[in-house]
């Protein structure tokens, strides 16, 4: 039998492996029937992407490497819903293509996943000119779409946990809205802004 204390050193030294071997966790997206049983430190993290098309994958850093992919979304969406360990990440690569790929600035693509809530970060979207000479990578707030989509899709979990928005910038229309919705919740501060990088190749 494994006790709590014993299953949390197991998932902490998996992401310790993770971390120092460079190797990166391929995320796939719940389902919003499966247990939603978190531990004190885990959150969701709720992204989407805006074209498939120009999407490959990006890599996040922080409490652990994560890799997401176009497999990773949600099948007849562009979102992905996964449970990663609560904490400070950020995108530090996107893949237009296994061979093109778009360096983001840490400083400006930070996020943070917020324990026991769903943490929405942004809508991830990349304008490419001309042969790849040139490109605009950007993350934005939608959160009105995002909590549309979970209220959709994920309205058993969305029952069961918070919504918090954990982008760059801040977002009261999100707080607001949630309050009026959910009047017996404590909801976190939201958040609201528009990260930009230019990248030309």
């Known amino acids: 039998?494994?006790?709590?204390?014993?299953?949390?050193?197991?998932?902490?030294?998996?992401?310790?492996?993770?971390?120092?071997?460079?190797?990166?966790?391929r995320v796939t997206s719940i389902d919003?029937?499966?247990?939603?049983?978190?531990?004190?430190d885990m959150g969701y993290l709720v992204l989407a992407i805006d074209e498939r098309s120009q999407f490959q994958s990006i890599m996040m850093s922080g409490e652990a490497r994560v890799r997401i992919s176009s497999d990773s979304l949600i099948e007849g969406s562009?979102?992905?819903?996964?449970?990663?360990e609560a904490g400070d990440y950020y995108f530090d690569s996107f893949y237009v293509t296994s061979s093109f790929k778009i360096r983001l600035d840490e400083d400006n693509w930070s996020v943070r996943i917020e324990p026991n809530r769903l943490t929405y970060v942004?809508?991830?979207?990349?304008?490419?000119?001309?042969?790849?000479?040139?490109?605009?990578?950007?993350l934005s707030n939608r959160s009105?779409?995002?909590?549309?989509?979970?209220?959709?899709s994920y309205p058993q979990l969305l029952n069961?946990?918070?919504?918090?928005?954990?982008?760059?910038?801040?977002?009261a229309y999100l707080e607001y809205v949630l309050a009026q919705k959910y009047p017996d919740r404590?909801?976190?501060?939201?958040?609201?802004?528009?990260?930009?990088?230019?990248?030309s190749e």
């Open 1 to 25: 039998m494994i006790t709590n204390v014993g299953a949390r050193s197991i998932r902490l030294a998996f992401i310790s492996i993770l971390l120092f071997s460079g190797c990166a966790a």
């Open 32 to 40: 919003d029937g499966q247990p939603s049983e978190l531990s004190e």
């Open 78 to 84: 562009n979102y992905i819903v996964y449970p990663l």
């Open 122 to 138: 942004g809508h991830i979207n990349v304008s490419i000119l001309g042969l790849f000479s040139s490109s605009a990578v950007k």
């Open 144 to 152: 009105s779409e995002a909590l549309a989509f979970l209220e959709d």
């Open 160 to 171: 069961e946990v918070d919504v918090a928005y954990g982008g760059p910038g801040n977002d």
């Open 186 to 199: 404590a909801q976190g501060a939201a958040t609201n802004a528009t990260s930009v990088l230019e990248v």
